[in-house]
């Protein structure tokens, strides 16, 4: 087979298995579970295959036309080069590893078919807009990838945090896709076509008419997609799905789409200054402030959430810096460590029996509870501060390098004031992600307290794919830094000597404040009141889930989710390095910086108000309106109606009368009286 049937069956054979899924789930049921890890499987082996075939050398372009539309034409189009090869392999390991890691986490979960359907599909969207050679057919897997999203993340929509954030999720995003779509459309109209080989080409030979205007609207939709700033508050509250959809939209799709796009249409950007520098001032400020937020969250997944949030904007800063090869290295060490955190926290949800790190560190000895969890959760934050040898040290320093090249004056891609921002932004944010990760691995794995419950060993499904995961967290970014640059544009992904000091040593300072802190916080932990650790009554549980081993995991994660209560009685004054660090911005950071309550002010709020007047007018107005010209007729009709008696002697008594009438006004006018 050659290369372009190869990437054909790539996104085709899990968009196969997630119709087979929904059609045979409920006639078949024993098929629902090699229907959702197969088609993953065959289409990471595929992936491997298309990314050896290609090899870093020329793209590999095939297009057909897909419908004449009279002007702009859609083709079904496949451009992939070394960025688009690699993605794919990502997105597709991790929709493996999620597959096979939900197999046993929603062992029992009566919905299981439909959600291993809708992550197939998922993953189909997401590789579709990865080979997608075409921007249209490319806009169909980004919102088929919106539409899933709302699904997976409302899973649990007994609840109303699951089915609240399922709705802001949509409604956030979509607000960034209109425009996205309006600058789709005017990119199209200007290079005479949604080919991106075409638009890169009118691009370089100055074809874009409005290229600020253009990438600005652009912008609004990557930062709906990859929940930047402002258009981040949806992620966070999306950890109210389950755990392994959340890996898979913070690791290999959905937030990564964005980002995927801007480095795939880079050109398009450096083509307008101002933009560059609009992409550095939303990649600075949604660094350094989810990295705030991250420092001060109780929710293990609100933690990683915040994270990833932060990890984004390193990657769209080294866009904002012309390097969208050291922004594509990040998004792959990103994905595998990244993974790695959110199904170890669900691994250590189903131990403890809450997503609370405040009730976390009044337990001890879950590390022994949960040993894989432990080992390999801690090598992904290791990789997550950017501790070397771990492989996001080395994709961090790309980022952090690049930075640096633009500020000094030794490139021109980007503005240089953009690669300050960038830069100065990186490494505050390189401190704070080391304190939040020490953070959660004091507070999750060295409590003291009552003994964490004991339910055995997690399903092998789960914690293999841990170890899988945990190879590439390690290894990748020090094997890849050497050989990544012939697959993207030649340019050195080393670290620099300046930034890789500059940046270790301030995460080094950061692990050691935050230490620091929790050992001062630990001597008052024991003289503030606490309830009980967990937030609910294992014994409550349905089935009793988490009595055995082979419990469902997702049954606990939905009854710590539907029941999370803080460990203590008064979370405001809980013992917290975090609040200590943070000092008076502690409870503004824990709430995101009330951004929430900004937006419900300026367009929630404003919107009701407005709904409600339309409701009064259309009620008191306009049916007003239509009742009363409704009634007139009906008045008249009744008063015509009285003279329709049905008596014969009637209406020859009325003709007469009328006749008599008539003739006098006509002898009148005849007489000219």
């Known amino acids: ?139 169909v897997g980004w919102e088929v990838m919106g539409i899933c999203s709302y699904f997976l993340v409302g899973h649990y929509w007994e609840t109303p945090e699951a089915r609240a954030a399922s709705l802001k999720a949509f409604l956030v995003t979509k607000l960034g896709d209109v425009p996205f779509l309006i600058g789709l459309f005017a990119l199209g109209t200007d290079a005479g076509s949604f080919r991106v080989t075409r638009v890169l080409d009118a691009v370089a030979s100055g074809g874009l008419h409005h290229p600020t205007l253009v990438a600005l609207l652009l912008l609004a939709g990557v930062a709906g997609k990859s929940a930047q700033f402002p258009l981040h508050t ?236 945990a190879v590439p967290s390690l290894a990748f970014g020090g094997l890849a830094f050497r050989l990544l640059p012939g697959w993207f544009d030649g340019r050195d992904l080393a670290p620099t000597p300046l930034t890789s000091i500059l940046g270790t040593g301030l995460a080094v300072v950061g692990g050691l404040l935050l230490y620091g802190a929790w050992q001062r916080t630990r001597a008052l932990a024991a003289r503030v009141p606490a309830g009980p650790a967990p937030s609910f009554a294992w014994e409550h549980l349905k089935g009793e889930a988490a009595a055995h081993p082979e419990g469902d995991a997702s049954l606990v994660e939905a009854h710590a989710l539907a029941d999370h209560e803080p460990a203590y009685r008064d979370l405001a004054h809980a013992p917290d390095p975090g609040r200590l660090l943070l000092g008076p911005l502690y409870r503004h950071a824990a709430d995101g910086f009330h951004l929430d309550a900004v937006y419900g002010a300026l367009f929630v709020r404003p919107v009701q108000a407005a709904a409600s007047l339309v409701r009064f007018l259309d009620s008191a107005v306009v049916d007003t309106y239509v009742g009363v010209a409704a009634a007139l007729p009906r008045l008249l009709g009744s008063a015509v109606r009285r003279a329709q008696t049905g008596n014969v002697q009637t209406y020859v008594s009325a003709l007469l009368a009328g006749t008599v009438v008539l003739t006098v006004a006509v002898l009148l006018v005849a007489t000219g009286a």
């Open 234 to 469: 949806w992620l966070p509250d999306a950890m109210a799905g389950p755990t392994p959809v959340s890996a898979l939209i913070h690791a290999a799709t959905m937030v990564a789409a964005g980002v995927y796009f801007v480095a795939r249409l880079l050109p398009v950007f450096e083509a307008s200054r101002a933009a560059m520098v609009v992409l550095a001032v939303m990649a600075a400020v949604t660094m350094a402030g989810s990295a705030l937020a991250a420092l001060a969250q109780d929710d293990i997944k609100r933690v990683l959430a915040y994270s990833t949030i932060g990890q984004l904007g390193y990657m769209t800063g080294a866009l904002a810096v012309g390097d969208r090869g050291a922004a594509v290295f990040h998004l792959l060490s990103h994905g595998a460590f990244k993974a790695l955190l959110f199904l170890a926290a669900g691994v250590i949800i189903h131990a403890a029996g809450t997503n609370s790190l405040a009730a976390m560190s009044r337990m001890s000895h879950l590390r022994d509870r949960v040993p894989d969890a432990f080992w390999t959760m801690t090598v992904a934050l290791l990789a997550l501060a950017a501790i070397p040898p771990f492989s996001g040290f080395f994709s961090k320093e790309s980022v952090l390098g690049a930075a640096e090249h633009v500020a000094t004056g030794h490139t021109d891609h980007a503005p240089g004031a953009a690669g300050w921002i960038v830069l100065v932004a990186g490494l505050v944010t390189a401190l704070l992600t080391a304190a939040y990760a020490t953070r959660l691995w004091l507070l999750a794995f060295h409590g003291r307290g009552a003994e964490a419950p004991d339910h055995g060993r997690q399903p092998a499904q789960m914690t293999v794919v841990l170890w899988v995961l």
């Open 1 to 139: 087979m050659t290369t372009t049937h190869l990437a054909v069956l790539v996104p085709l054979l899990p968009f196969l298995g997630a119709v087979a899924g929904l059609l045979l789930g409920r006639t078949a049921p024993g098929l629902v579970r090699p229907l959702a890890v197969l088609p993953a499987l065959a289409a990471l082996v595929l992936a491997a295959l298309v990314a050896v075939r290609q090899g870093g050398g020329p793209a590999v372009d095939a297009h057909t036309l897909l419908t004449p539309t009279g002007s702009v034409p859609i083709e079904l189009a496949l451009h992939i080069d070394g960025f688009a090869a690699l993605v794919a392999v990502l997105v597709a390991l991790v929709a493996t590893c999620v597959q096979i890691y939900s197999t046993g986490y929603l062992r029992d979960d009566p919905r299981y078919p439909s959600y291993a359907a809708l992550v197939s599909l998922f993953t189909s969207a997401m590789l579709l807009v990865v080979y997608s050679g075409d921007l249209i057919v490319l806009l």
